[in-house]
C-alpha cells in the first residue's frame, strides 16, 4: 500500500515525462524542456541555449573531427576537446624523438601551432525541422523502394535550396527512423592547429586500466586553434589564415560546482538504440558483444606485449590499440548491464504491452511479428559480419589480401585492363615495400601471432559449420590443426615475404596473375569474401532497410500509444542537450561513489612500474608543495574529475559541460562501466557521465605546462 501511495505521489510530481536525467534534447525544441531544467537549478533560458537569431551558447560548440565534440574558449578561436579526441593530430606529429604523444606538446605562440591536415571542425548556423518538406509526395500507397528514392530527391533539393550562394553544409538526418527530419546548415572549418597536449602519463592517465572507470583520475583534454580567412570564413590551411574569432566563446567557471548541482552537456552523442526490440537486444548481450570481446582480447594480449617491448612499437600501436580496447571494455560493461537490468525480459514485456494495444489496429498490428520474422533471417549474416570485421579483417596480412584479391577479380572479370593491373599493382608494392623497411620482423611477428590465434577462433567458433572447403582442408590436410593451416598460409603467401613479394610484385606483369590467385592468403581471403561480396552483403542490406521501415512504424506506433510520455529521439551525432546533477552512485551494495576525485587519488595509483601510473616529477612536486594557484577548490584541494547524470554516449567526448549560468565547469570524456547499456537501455540509478574538472585542466597548463599565456585568453568567471 506504502508503495502504491509513493508511486501515485511520483506520478503526480513528475507527470508522465521520461525519469529525470534520461534523455539527449534537441537545441531547437529545448523551449519544451525549459520549465524542468530551471526546476533542476538552470538560471538561463532555453535561448541564451540555442538561437538562431542571436548569439548563444551553442556558437562556441564543434563536432570535432568525425566523432567528437570540441568548444571554443577564447576569442581567438581556441578550441578544448578531449586527449583521446586529438589522439590521431598528436601521434601523427610524433616521432621518437619529437614524442609529442608521450612528453606533451605546448605551442609558446601562434607560430609554433602545428597544421593538423585532415582535421575538420564543424560549427552549427542553424537547424530546421524539415519533416513537411522531405515527405513531400510520400504516401501511405508507396514502396519502400519509390519512397526511399523519393526522399532522397526532396533532400538533395531542399539541401541544394539551403546553401545556395553561401559557403554551407547543410545535412539532414533522419529521427525516429523517419518518422522526423532535420536539416543541420553548418560551416565547416579545416584549417585546425594543435596547441597543446599534456603528456600522456597525465592526459591518458590510467590509460585502458582506467577507462570506462570511476574513480577516474585523467586529464584528458588536449588544445587547438582554429583558423579562418581574412574575412573570418572556412578556408583551407594558409599562411595567410588568421585565428577564427566565434560568434561566443565560453566562459569558465573556476568556483566549481557542488554535488547536487545542476549541469549539462551539450555536444554531438553518435549513436544510440533505445527502441531496440527484445530480439535485438539478445543479439547484443548474447552473441555479438561476447563474440567481439572474445576476439579483441586476443588482439590486445598480442599488442600489449609488443608495446612493452620498445617505445618505438608503443608508437606504432598506440592509437590502434587504444580503439581496441575501448570498444573491447565498453562491451563488457554492456553486457553486464543489460544482464542486470533483465533488458531482454523488460523488452519483452514491454512488447507484449504493445502487442495488446495494436490489436486491433490495422497499422500496428502485424508490425511486431515482422520485425521477429526479419531478426530471425538477419541473424546469420549479423554473425557473419561481425566475424569478418572482428577475426577476418584484423591482420595485416588479410588486409593486404582483400586489396590484391580485389584487382585479380576485376581483371578477371575484364574490369581493369592489363596495363592498369600491372600499373596499380605496381603502384601498391611501393607501399607494400614502405610497410617492410618499418621494422618489418617485429611487426611480422605480432601480426603472425593475431592472423592465427584470431583465425583460429573463426574457424573452431564458426566457420567449421560454415565452409565445408576450409572444414575439408584442415581435417584432411592437417590432421584437424587450423592452427597449423593457418601458420602455414602465413607462412606461405608472398604478402609476407618480402623478397618473394618483390620478385612478383615489383615488375607485375599480368601474366602472373595465377601467381596472386594461388597465393595462399590471397586465395584464403576470396574463398571467404567471395559468398560475402556476391551475395550476403546485399541479403543484409535489403533485410536492414526492411528493418529500418518497420522500426518507423514501430516507434511511431509506441509514441502514439504513450502519447502523454516525452520522446527524445536517439543520437545520431547531431547536437543535443542532456541535463541532470553532480551526483554520486551506489555501483554495489555497500558501496558508494563520490561524485568528485582529486590529485590525491593520483598520488595513491601513482606506480612508476606500471606505464599507466607513472606521475612526473613536476606534478608531484607541484602536488608536494599544494601549488595550485587560483585552481583550487575550497578546501584547498585540487579537483580532477566528477561524475553526473547526464545521459550522453560515444561523440560526447570532449563536449562542454556547463554550470547553471551555462559556465563551462567540465570537459565530458567517459562514462561509467556500469552504466555503459545505457545507449541500449537507460538506468537512472547507474548511469553516469565522467567529466574532467576544468579546474585542473587550467592548472595543467597553467602550473604544470608553464602556458599561462593559454589561460590568459580564456574569460574566467571568479
Ligand atoms: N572511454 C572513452 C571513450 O569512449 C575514452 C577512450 C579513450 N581512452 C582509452 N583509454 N582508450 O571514448
Ligand atoms: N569517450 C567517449 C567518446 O569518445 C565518451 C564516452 C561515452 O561513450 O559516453 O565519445
Known amino acids: 500500500m506504502k508503495r502504491l501511495l509513493i508511486a501515485a505521489f511520483m506520478l503526480f510530481i513528475f507527470g508522465g515525462r521520461v525519469i ?10 529545448l523551449a519544451d524542456k525549459q520549465a524542468d531544467m ?49 589522439y590521431g593530430s598528436i601521434v601523427r606529429h610524433s616521432t621518437v624523438e619529437h614524442d609529442y604523444l608521450t612528453n606533451g606538446f605546448w605551442a609558446k605562440n601562434k607560430q609554433e601551432e602545428l597544421p593538423c591536415a585532415g582535421m575538420s571542425v564543424t560549427l552549427l548556423v542553424y537547424m ?109 590551411y594558409s599562411e595567410d589564415n588568421v585565428p577564427y574569432v566565434p560568434k561566443r566563446h565560453l566562459r569558465i567557471n573556476l568556483k566549481g ?14 549513436t544510440t538504440k533505445q527502441f531496440l526490440t527484445s530480439d535485438a537486444v539478445d543479439f547484443v548481450q548474447n552473441m555479438d558483444d561476447p563474440i567481439r570481446i572474445k576476439l579483441r582480447t586476443i588482439r590486445l594480449d598480442v599488442y600489449n606485449r609488443a608495446m612493452n617491448e620498445s617505445p618505438a612499437q608503443r608508437l606504432r600501436y598506440a592509437s590502434q590499440v587504444a580503439s581496441v580496447a575501448n570498444g573491447w571494455k565498453k562491451w563488457q560493461g554492456e553486457v553486464r548491464g543489460l544482464k542486470r537490468l533483465n533488458a531482454v525480459d523488460k523488452k519483452k514485456a514491454f512488447e507484449r504491452d504493445f502487442e495488446s494495444w495494436a490489436a486491433d489496429k490495422e497499422m500496428y498490428r502485424n508490425v511486431l511479428p515482422m520485425m521477429r520474422e526479419t531478426y530471425s533471417a538477419i541473424r546469420d ?63 611480422r611477428r605480432v601480426d603472425k601471432e593475431i592472423f592465427i590465434r584470431t583465425m583460429s577462433v573463426f574457424y573452431n567458433d564458426y566457420a567449421k559449420d560454415k565452409y565445408a572447403w576450409l572444414k575439408d582442408i584442415v581435417v584432411k590436410q592437417y590432421d584437424n590443426n587450423p592452427e597449423a593451416y593457418f601458420d602455414e598460409v602465413y607462412e606461405n603467401s608472398l604478402l609476407s615475404n618480402p623478397a618473394k613479394a618483390e ?41 536492414d532497410t526492411k528493418l529500418d521501415s518497420l522500426y518507423r512504424v514501430y516507434v511511431d506506433g509506441i509514441m502514439k500509444k504513450d502519447n502523454k510520455k516525452e520522446f527524445y529521439p536517439d543520437a545520431n551525432l547531431t547536437l543535443r542537450v542532456a541535463y541532470g546533477n553532480i551526483k554520486t552512485y551506489e555501483p554495489k551494495d555497500g ?24 606521475v612526473e616529477k613536476k606534478l608531484k612536486d607541484l602536488y608536494l608543495a599544494k601549488d595550485y594557484g587560483p585552481y ?47 545507449d541500449v537501455m537507460y538506468d537512472p540509478s547507474q548511469c553516469r557521465n565522467i567529466s574532467l574538472d576544468i579546474r585542473y585542466c587550467l592548472f595543467i597548463i597553467d602550473k604544470f605546462a608553464g602556458a599561462k599565456h593559454l589561460v590568459d585568453e580564456m574569460t574566467i568567471v571568479k
Not at 416 to 432: F, I, Q, R, S
Not at 511 to 521: C, G, S, T, V
Not at 599 to 605: A, F, H, T, V, Y
Not at 633 to 653: D, L, Q, R, Y
Open 381 to 443: 549474416l549479423n554473425l557473419q559480419y561481425t566475424y569478418l570485421s572482428e577475426a577476418v579483417l584484423v591482420s595485416d596480412l588479410m588486409h593486404r589480401a582483400k586489396q590484391l584479391s580485389a584487382l585479380v577479380d576485376y581483371a578477371k572479370k575484364g574490369e581493369l585492363d592489363k596495363a592498369n593491373l600491372e600499373k596499380t599493382v605496381t603502384e601498391g608494392y611501393a607501399e607494400l615495400q614502405k610497410h617492410y623497411s618499418n621494422d618489418y620482423a617485429n611487426h
Open 20 to 29: 529525470a536525467d534520461e534523455g539527449m534534447w534537441l537545441p531547437l525544441l
Open 128 to 236: 530546421k525541422d524539415v519533416t513537411k518538406e522531405v515527405l513531400q509526395g510520400v504516401g501511405d500507397n508507396i514502396s519502400e523502394e519509390e519512397r526511399e528514392k523519393l526522399i532522397e530527391r526532396n533532400i538533395a533539393a531542399i539541401r541544394k535550396k539551403a546553401t545556395e550562394g553561401t559557403h554551407y553544409e547543410a545535412v539532414i538526418k533522419p529521427f525516429y527512423y523517419g518518422n522526423q527530419y532535420f536539416m543541420y546548415v553548418n560551416e565547416v572549418f579545416n584549417d585546425v592547429r594543435l596547441v597543446g597536449a599534456p603528456p600522456s602519463n597525465i592526459g591518458k592517465f590510467g590509460g585502458d586500466t582506467d577507462n570506462w572507470m570511476w574513480p577516474r583520475h585523467t586529464g584528458d583534454f588536449s588544445m587547438f586553434r582554429v583558423y579562418a580567412d581574412k574575412d573570418n570564413k572556412p578556408a583551407g
Open 38 to 86: 530551471q526546476k533542476n537549478g538552470m538560471k538561463i533560458t532555453a535561448e541564451d541555449i540555442y538561437s538562431a537569431n542571436k548569439s548563444s551558447l551553442k556558437d562556441a560548440v564543434v563536432l570535432f573531427g568525425r566523432g567528437c565534440t570540441g568548444e571554443f574558449v577564447s576569442a581567438e578561436g581556441l578550441l578544448l576537446t578531449n586527449h583521446h579526441c586529438g
Open 591 to 614: 558501496i558508494e561513489y563520490k561524485a568528485f576525485s582529486t590529485i590525491e587519488g593520483i598520488m595513491e595509483k601513482e606506480n612508476p612500474e606500471i606505464y599507466d601510473y607513472v
Open 503 to 543: 620478385k612478383i610484385l615489383k615488375n607485375f606483369k599480368a601474366k602472373q596473375i595465377k601467381k596472386l590467385e594461388n597465393d595462399p592468403a590471397i586465395e584464403l581471403f576470396a574463398n571467404i569474401w567471395t559468398q560475402y561480396a556476391e551475395k550476403d552483403r546485399f541479403t543484409l542490406a535489403t533485410l
Open 632 to 678: 583550487a577548490n575550497e578546501k584547498g584541494e585540487m579537483p580532477v574529475a566528477f561524475i553526473a547524470s547526464n545521459h550522453t554516449t560515444g561523440g560526447n567526448s570532449g563536449s562542454p559541460v556547463l554550470d547553471a549560468n551555462g559556465d563551462l565547469i567540465g570537459i565530458n570524456f567517459d562514462r561509467n562501466w556500469e552504466g555503459t547499456m545505457s
Open 257 to 270: 560546482a557542488q554535488e547536487g548541482d545542476f549541469t549539462f552537456v551539450f555536444g554531438y552523442p553518435g
